[in-house]
């Protein structure tokens, strides 16, 4: 009888260490938010620990250094390109120039803000 109670006792210690360890090593959440481009001053938020954005290219202003995105989902984007964004264009190396409104760009910014990673593409239409 005293090793049944050893027994389920130890395997109740056993799913409450697993319980607690499980929940202390979750990864903490992130946010990364970037400016909304329409006329409103306020700011769309990307889902917690997002730092990939996916979308259509709606303004490429080479002069100010931007490229906006149009998401589906979650809205429109604007990022600020550095002289240290890696962009390519059809998987060849480009330049911010070279975007053109209508191509499909996934930007990768570790803030939001600004662009880290662009690659823009043509659409294709299925």
Known sequence: ????????????AIAATIVI?????AAPS???SATSSTSSTSSTSAP?????????VTAVDVTASTITINNKKLGTFTFTVSATTKITVNKTA???????????????????????????????NK
Do not use: P
């Open 30 to 32: 992130t946010t990364a």
């Open 94 to 124: 480009g330049a911010l120039g070279e975007i053109q409104v209508g191509q499909v760009a996934s930007i990768v910014s570790n803030d939001g803000k600004a662009a880290d990673k662009i690659a823009a593409k043509d659409k294709v």
């Open 1 to 12: 009888m005293n090793l049944r109670f050893f027994a389920f006792g130890l395997i109740a």
């Open 21 to 25: 360890t499980t929940s202390s090593i």
């Open 48 to 56: 917690a620990a997002t730092n990939k954005y996916h979308g259509v």
